[in-house]
T-cell receptor, first 110, second 114 residues
């Protein structure tokens, strides 16, 4: 199956700092999503971005499908950004399932 | 527009029992998928239903089963519970076509098997 690797696995930031999270995947994909898992376990949609660049407030994401990676940028981080960030991909032949990376655990200190 | 609703939020069951979890998708969404999240295995795909038909199934034993009703609500059942089934179970819904569409997740059901 497709492999999805996220880096770094853990990240500690001071409030106000910027960060870049990376997601590498091993095959062509038709869907790529970024999620933030809150402390209660819910996956919050950040971006649906199979290719290209999108921005939403302090967050932005870029997927370079031809090179099989995606980046999530967090600017001016806040303590509420803390949590686990997941990248999930769907391959054309995978039949309706998302394959998740192992996540990046982010802690933002006040 | 209401989001994906999962019930119950928390469950404690004894080994050997069975459990049924419920998921109501976003109105108009016909695709429902289930995922299991554990600290050791991460997020893993269980199965996906579209228009009451299972379209895809992950690598889980037959004790894990599911179904979808005509109103797109879905249930998953785990029989003969084992300690290792303790996990967060997440349900996702997608719009009409399902495939490659954006998935939206519910708040999850946290199952503890004792």
């Amino acid at each position: 199956g497709i492999q999805v690797e996220q880096s770094p696995p853990d990240l500690i930031l001071q409030e106000g700092a910027n960060s870049t999270l990376r997601c590498n995947f091993s095959d062509s994909v038709n869907n790529l999503q970024w999620f933030h898992q809150n402390p209660w376990g819910q996956l919050i949609n950040l971006f649906y971005i199979p290719s290209g660049t999108k921005q939403n407030g302090r967050l932005s994401a870029t997927t370079v499908a031809t090179e099989r990676y995606s980046l999530l940028y967090i600017s001016s981080s806040q303590t509420t950004d803390s949590g686990v960030y997941f990248c999930a991909v769907e391959r054309k032949s995978s039949g309706d399932k998302l394959t998740f990376g192992t996540g990046t655990r982010l802690a933002v200190r006040p | 527009k209401a989001g994906v609703t999962q019930t119950p939020r928390y469950l404690i069951k004894t080994r050997g029992q069975q459990v049924t979890l419920s998921c109501s998708p976003i109105s108009g969404h016909r695709s429902v998928s289930w995922y299991q999240q554990t600290p050791g295995q991460g997020l893993q795909f269980l199965f996906e239903y579209f228009s009451e038909t299972q379209r895809n199934k992950g690598n889980f034993p037959g004790r894990f089963s599911g179904r979808q009703f005509s109103n797109s609500r879905s249930e998953m059942n785990v029989s003969t519970l084992e300690l290792g089934d303790s996990a967060l179970y997440l349900c996702a819904s997608r719009s009409a076509g399902g495939r490659y569409a954006e998935a939206f997740f519910g708040q999850g059901t946290r199952l503890t098997v004792v």
